[in-house]
């Protein structure tokens, strides 16, 4: 008698093991989801400064543009601006360092970059250090800047100004600190060339991951518990929902079309993930791209 309910007691914890599996795995999910859709989204990065509200002329981009293109190649450094309606529901600090964590403004190693972050509906704005600057902007001065250079402007409505004289002030603060020539710049490229490395091993250990799930839970109940590994994984090293929702919702997939497919490797009409296929960041077109900078939390915060 014994005996007989053995297998019955692992096939009846098997199905009980797969169930939570799947209903932990949904939950992650949509709660991921729910999260990551509340996040106003980081736009692509395109330009030394992005308006997002149409506040400034085209005329007024270009110049602001064509200063922080000559700087950064006298000096090296990055810096670029971001205009937007309001970072809700998030504070404008949580906002601007996943816009710094997407955009990677600065060099690679230098950390050398400032992203400007203005919410206009809020009437907040943050100046966001990298690592490497924190030494000659300190908090405490990135303040000042906020509070006697940009601010007074902003409360006039010359948005332009209170820009131009901020970025000004950021330039000369920046150029009191011996910094590597900007031929370090090539060096700092190579963090492309790292998140692409990076990312081969990790596709390989989602496949795995989710073929082994899926053979222990079955296929669907797998993949989502793949899911949500990754996904939590994902929101421990980034911090950021809507890395971690992505992540979550490509494992899931991955895992699915892994386990349907028995985990075929190789295959030279399978295309995927080939070459071409995942690239570096930075438009097709040529346009503006950060460096691979690393920022903090260091900077501050204001309104007017």
Excluded at 232 to 249: G, K, N, Q, R, Y
């Amino acid at each position: 008698m014994t005996l007989r309910r053995r297998p019955e007691l692992r096939a009846s914890a098997a199905t009980a093991l797969r169930a939570a599996a799947l209903v932990l795995g949904l939950a992650l999910g949509l709660i991921a989801a729910a999260c990551a859709a509340a996040e106003v989204p980081v736009p692509q990065l395109k330009a030394r400064v992005t308006d997002l509200t149409g506040t400034l002329t085209q005329a007024q981009r270009q110049t602001l543009d064509a200063t922080l293109a000559a700087f950064e190649q006298k000096k090296g450094s990055q810096i670029a601006v971001l205009l937007l309606a309001s970072t809700k529901p998030e504070s404008i600090e949580q906002y601007s360092i996943r816009v710094a964590e997407a955009w990677k403004i600065g060099r690679a190693r230098v950390d050398d970059g400032v992203i400007l972050v203005i919410a206009k509906d809020d009437h907040k704005l943050r100046i966001e250090i990298g690592r490497g600057l924190e030494g000659p902007i300190p908090d405490v001065v990135a303040k000042r800047v906020i509070r006697e250079v940009i601010a007074p402007h902003f409360l006039n409505g010359d948005f332009n100004a209170g820009i131009a004289d901020g970025i000004a002030a950021l330039i000369r603060l920046i150029d009191g600190e011996p910094l590597p020539s900007p031929n370090r710049r090539a060096a700092g490229a190579s963090s492309d060339n790292d998140a692409g490395a990076l990312f081969a091993p990790l596709l390989v250990a989602t496949v795995v991951l989710g073929a082994f799930l899926s053979k222990l839970f079955g296929r669907m109940a797998g993949a989502a518990a793949t899911g949500g590994i990754v996904g939590i994984a994902a929101w421990v090293v980034t911090s950021a929902l809507l890395a971690a929702a992505l992540a979550a919702i490509v494992a899931f997939l991955i895992a699915l079309a892994s386990g349907a497919s028995g985990l075929r490797y190789g295959g030279r009409g399978s295309g995927g993930w080939g070459s071409g296929g995942w690239s570096g960041g930075g438009s097709s077109g040529g346009g503006f791209s950060g460096g691979g900078g690393g920022f903090g939390g260091g900077g501050a915060s204001g309104r007017w």
